[in-house]
């Protein structure tokens, strides 16, 4: 069975103080990592993907990367903007589902001015 | 604009009167799916459907059903409602599962409460 477990589950900064969310997953054959920004009631908006260990991408602020076993969405010089809750999940061989996707909780980032 | 609409976007209900909540997507995606948010559970899928007519189970199904009439829509329907099912629902799409990697896209929510 997949499983995500993303760390921290909140996490406050002061704006333009960087720091970086971790999402660590078990997977049997990872087909995708793919990271979501969500604001209070509303959808998911899909961020990035990551396929393969190694791989790096960036918009804007935020930067995310990819191992074996974890990734990181890297957030530099955050603005009060990037406040949200940003949600991992990831795609896998063995998983279920139409898209198979299987998310972790989330990190509920606040960015003070 | 490419979007997956949902309605209504907010709907209370009182237990057992039968509602449905509509998905529609412009994208021509096959593979459509529902999800369910709970706060400290995360996004858990209910119900799948791979393409016209092809709907299986997610991982919390029981209460619910769906159907699969057209391409572009895949509405959630739940028969008799009980107040474990007051929750925030996410409807999906994406292109295809058998290409690789293709990111879903969510439609706005639909707040349900239950009472």
């Known amino acids: 069975e997949d499983q995500v477990t993303q760390s921290p589950e909140a996490l406050r900064l002061q704006e333009g103080e960087s720091s970086s969310l971790n999402c660590s997953y078990t997977?049997?054959?990872?087909?995708?990592l793919f990271w979501y920004r969500q604001d209070p009631g509303k959808g998911p908006e899909f961020l990035f993907t990551?396929?393969?260990a190694g791989e790096e991408k960036e918009k804007e602020r935020l930067k995310a990367t990819l191992t074996k076993k974890e990734s990181f969405l890297h957030i530099t010089a955050p603005k009060p903007e990037d406040s949200a809750t940003y949600l991992c999940a990831v795609r896998s061989h063995s998983g279920g589902g139409a898209d198979g996707l299987t998310f972790g909780k989330g990190t509920h980032l606040i960015i003070q001015p | 604009e490419a979007q997956v609409t949902q309605n209504p976007r907010y709907l209370i209900t009182v237990t057992g009167k039968k509602l449905t909540v509509t998905c529609s997507q412009n994208?021509?995606?096959?593979?459509m799916s529902w999800y369910r948010q709970d706060p400290g559970l995360g996004l858990r899928q209910i119900y799948y459907s791979m393409n016209v007519e092809v709907t299986d189970k997610g991982d919390v199904p029981e209460g619910y059903k769906v159907s699969r009439k057209e391409k572009r829509n895949f509405p959630l329907i739940l028969e008799s409602p009980s107040p474990n099912q007051t929750s925030l629902y996410f409807c999906?799409?994406?292109?295809?599962?058998?290409?690789?990697?293709?990111?879903?896209?969510f439609g706005q929510g639909t707040r349900l409460t239950v009472v």
């Open positions: 999906a799409s994406s292109l295809g599962q058998g290409l690789m990697n293709t990111e879903a896209f």
């Open positions: 990551l396929y393969s």
């Open positions: 994208m021509n995606h096959e593979y």
């Open positions: 997977v049997s054959g990872l087909r995708g």
